[in-house]
T-cell receptor, first 117, second 115 residues
Framework: AQKITQTQPGMFVQEKEAVTLDCTYD???????LFWYKQPSSGEMIFLIY??????QNATEGRYSLNFQKARKSANLVISASQLGDSAMYFC??????????????FGKGITLSVRP | AAGVIQSPRHLIKEKRETATLKCYPI?????VYWYQQGPGQDPQFLIS???????DKGSIPDRFSAQQFSDYHSELNMSSLELGDSALYFC??????????????FGPGTRLLVL
């Protein structure tokens, strides 16, 4: 079974509007972390935001926030006030466990976001 | 702030040749990870090292090997290259705090093309 599911097709948003990118996950490990990374066309992988499974509050980082619904196993990324530079591929990733021996990331297939001027 | 450094950034090889990719983690980061991202694919975990010891292994071909050195830099050695090895290879690093792993930060990647 897919551990990370990102099923939205290419997403489009108007500049300055908000957009939500969906991510659902599957794990039986009580301790896990959820990450969002941005990959522009240039190829680098840029860390955006992190949510730990035991965190009580939704994570926020500037214009990025994470809508974490643990019971539904979803971790949607919300980008507010979209900018042209937000156009990129966005990956949701999960780390099961958090010790040195089992901290690899499992990625979803990614979502392409295009911001229209 | 210092980031993960990877070299070379681009590499072109022929089939059956060898390649060595290098990674210099962020200072004071004790864990290094290697990922492979094929065209249009998501990154796939290959191997990781914690404090210079291999800590986890993913879908890394037997033709590939890696190690982490005393200065924490890591090298991914790839032999008998195949066309299917053409991909973007990322190195990421993280640090351990209180026994727990923190966020992984990725390098810019090495784009390998096998002809």
């Amino acid at each position: 079974a897919q551990k990370i599911t990102q099923t939205q097709p290419g997403m489009f948003v108007q500049e300055k509007e908000a957009v939500t990118l969906d991510c659902t996950y599957d794990t039986s490990d009580p301790s896990y972390g959820l990450f969002w990374y941005k990959q522009p066309s240039s190829g680098e992988m840029i860390f955006l935001i992190y949510q730990g499974s035991y965190d009580q509050q939704n994570a926020t980082e500037g214009r990025y926030s994470l809508n974490f619904q643990k019971a539904r196993k979803s971790a949607n990324l919300v980008i507010s006030a979209s900018q042209l530079g937000d156009s990129a591929m966005y990956f949701c990733a999960m780390r099961e466990g958090n010790t040195g021996a089992n901290s690899k990331l499992t990625f979803g297939k990614g979502i392409t976001l295009s911001v229209r001027p | 702030a210092a980031g993960v450094i990877q070299s070379p950034r681009h590499l072109i090889k022929e089939k059956r040749e060898t390649a060595t990719l290098k990674c210099y983690p962020i200072p004071r980061h004790d864990t290094v990870y290697w990922y492979q991202q094929g065209p249009g694919q998501d990154p796939q975990f290959l191997i990781s090292f914690y404090e210079k010891m291999q800590s986890d292994k993913g879908s890394i071909p037997d033709r590939f090997s890696a190690q982490q050195f005393s200065d924490y830099h890591s090298e991914l050695n790839m032999s008998s290259l195949e066309l299917g090895d053409s991909a973007l290879y990322f190195c990421a690093s993280s640090r351990t705090s209180g026994g727990l792993q923190e966020t992984q930060y990725f390098g810019p990647g090495t784009r390998l093309l096998v002809l």
